[in-house]
């Protein structure tokens, strides 16, 4: 289990130095912030969002008493990597998108990312015995929210994306963290590997079309 983990913390850690370091000779060029992922990008979708059971932890303090002085529904003290972007950028924070306003969204962004989500669908993982208790806001459901909302943005897609930083992850973890507490066997776990990377793959290319169009 360690190796896995280990891998993922170093992609994630990769994957934020290349976004940085692209963006650094475009500051000023973006206007909006568009986000998918996980309880790393999460700016407040999930503490929005209808709970099962008792609130999450991280909708109390000491969470957001680093910085905002108050939880804020990140999964963190303080600021996450997506509001270092935004700010480096010179833009306000990603609002989530549940509990989030039209007015804010066309201001900076929406950030669809929810803490405890999976790249696969529930239903898909639920066939293989793996649970996931937090939310069924896998990324094809984010997506769908994404293209459900993108006309009320704008009449002009293929201008605002153009002019928008997207950004796509971390996701997937949580589909191998769901089965490892599941008690799902290696093996199990292994083969969900392809699958979780075409579905990222997908994802890309529904974004690059939607920015084509």
């Avoid at 992922?37 to 909708?59: C, I, R, W």
């Avoid at 303080?78 to 989530?96: C, K, Q, W």
């Avoid at 999976?118 to 990324?139: P, V, Y």
């Avoid at 799902?184 to 083969?191: G, P």
Wanted: hydrophobic share 40%.
């Amino acid at each position: 289990m360690a190796p896995c983990s280990s891998h993922l913390l170093w992609n994630g850690f990769f994957l934020n130095i290349i976004i940085l370091s692209s963006i650094s000779c475009t500051i000023g060029c973006y206007t909006a912030i568009f986000s998918f992922g996980d309880s790393l990008a999460d700016t407040g979708n999930l503490v929005h969002m209808p709970q099962p059971g008792k609130l999450p932890p991280f909708v109390f303090p000491p969470y957001g008493e680093t910085f905002f002085n108050h939880a804020t529904g990140r999964c963190s003290n303080g600021r996450l990597v997506i509001d270092f972007i935004a700010e480096y950028l010179g833009l306000p924070f990603v609002p989530p998108y549940f509990g989030g306003s039209m007015k804010s969204f066309k201001e900076a962004g929406v950030n669809f990312a929810v803490a405890g989500a999976t790249a696969l669908d529930t239903a898909f993982l639920q066939e293989r015995g793996i649970m996931n208790k937090l939310t069924n806001t896998s990324l094809d459901v984010q997506l769908g929210l994404f293209k459900q909302l993108l006309p009320a943005l704008s009449s002009d897609h293929k201008k605002l994306l153009g002019n928008s930083l997207i950004l796509l992850g971390e996701i997937g973890g949580n589909d191998y963290n769901h089965a490892f507490f599941g008690g799902v066997s290696t093996e199990s776990i292994q083969d969900l590997v392809p699958y979780v990377v075409n579905i990222i793959g997908q994802a890309i290319k529904v974004k690059i079309s939607c920015k084509i169009k």
